[in-house]
């Protein structure tokens, strides 16, 4: 190799190196906008639910907060939702356990409903259970009302002023239910639940 191509050569060698500077100051720009950005606006993961956990969660209305310490002693066996029939859920201590009669009727328990909104988990009753009930159609004013509207009317009632105040359920939600002894109104017995059963609604 001559001279002349030896200095060609170590001209090349010196081009790509000042290439590659030039794309690491732009690559490094980048960086740096892309890091400003996320540090002034970061990215929120979607909450990881998970499986019949109620660790964390904030319980609203006329729920007792201590439900989220309730011992998981009941399995769900059955469980389903229809426009027409309302909620069906059947566990293996139903009607196991114990009675009372906090108002006109006799209850074993409640309905519960488990759901994120703004981040937050929330946990609520939304009704008295009958001893032995397994279903619960929601009274709907009017009757053409959709279960949706329903349920929602239902969980928001008494919670006036909260973080629910903008909430509405919604097609897609991940929504949980399940059973408790009592937990509402103030009213405990046993303290006990049934697992979650989790669905997207």
Same mark, same amino acid.
């Given at each position: 190799m +001559?001279?002349e191509?030896?200095c060609?050569?170590g001209i090349?060698? *010196?081009?790509i190196?000042?290439?590659?500077e030039d794309?690491?100051?732009?690559?490094g720009?980048?960086?740096? *906008?892309?890091l400003?950005e996320?540090?002034?606006d970061?990215?929120?993961d979607?909450?990881?639910?998970p499986? #019949?956990d109620?660790?964390?969660?904030?319980?609203?209305?006329?729920?007792? *907060?201590?439900?989220i %310490?309730?011992?998981?002693? &009941?399995?769900i066996t059955?469980?389903s939702? &229809? *426009?027409?029939d309302g909620?069906y859920? %059947?566990?293996?201590?139903l !009607?196991?356990?114990?009675?009372t009669m906090? !108002?006109?009727?006799?209850?074993?328990? %409640?309905?519960?409903?488990?759901?994120?909104?703004? %981040?937050e988990?929330?946990?609520?009753?939304?009704?008295?259970?009958?001893?032995g009930?397994?279903?619960?159609?929601?009274?709907?004013?009017?009757a053409?009302q959709?279960?949706?509207d329903?349920?929602?009317?239902y969980?928001? #009632?008494h919670?006036?002023?909260?973080?629910l105040d903008?909430?509405?359920?919604r097609g897609?939600?991940?929504?949980?239910f399940?059973? +408790? +002894?009592l937990c509402?109104d103030?009213l405990?017995?046993?303290d006990?639940?049934t697992n979650v059963?989790w669905? #997207?609604w």
């Amino acid at each position: 190799m +001559t001279r002349e191509e030896i200095c060609d050569v170590g001209i090349y060698l *010196q081009d790509i190196r000042l290439s590659l500077e030039d794309m690491a100051l732009e690559v490094g720009d980048i960086g740096a *906008q892309l890091l400003k950005e996320c540090l002034e606006d970061p990215p929120v993961d979607p909450p990881v639910i998970p499986d #019949n956990d109620l660790a964390g969660a904030l319980a609203l209305g006329l729920t007792t *907060q201590e439900i989220i %310490n309730f011992r998981v002693t &009941s399995e769900i066996t059955g469980f389903s939702i &229809s *426009q027409k029939d309302g909620f069906y859920l %059947n566990h293996t201590k139903l !009607g196991e356990w114990l009675e009372t009669m906090p !108002g006109t009727r006799w209850t074993d328990g %409640n309905w519960c409903i488990v759901f994120w909104h703004k %981040n937050e988990k929330i946990v609520r009753s939304f009704e008295y259970s009958s001893p032995g009930d397994t279903s619960k159609n929601l009274e709907r004013k009017p009757a053409s009302q959709p279960l949706t509207d329903s349920l929602t009317a239902y969980v928001k #009632n008494h919670t006036e002023g909260t973080i629910l105040d903008s909430w509405k359920l919604r097609g897609g939600d991940s929504v949980g239910f399940f059973k +408790t +002894t009592l937990c509402h109104d103030g009213l405990r017995t046993t303290d006990e639940r049934t697992n979650v059963e989790w669905i #997207n609604w």
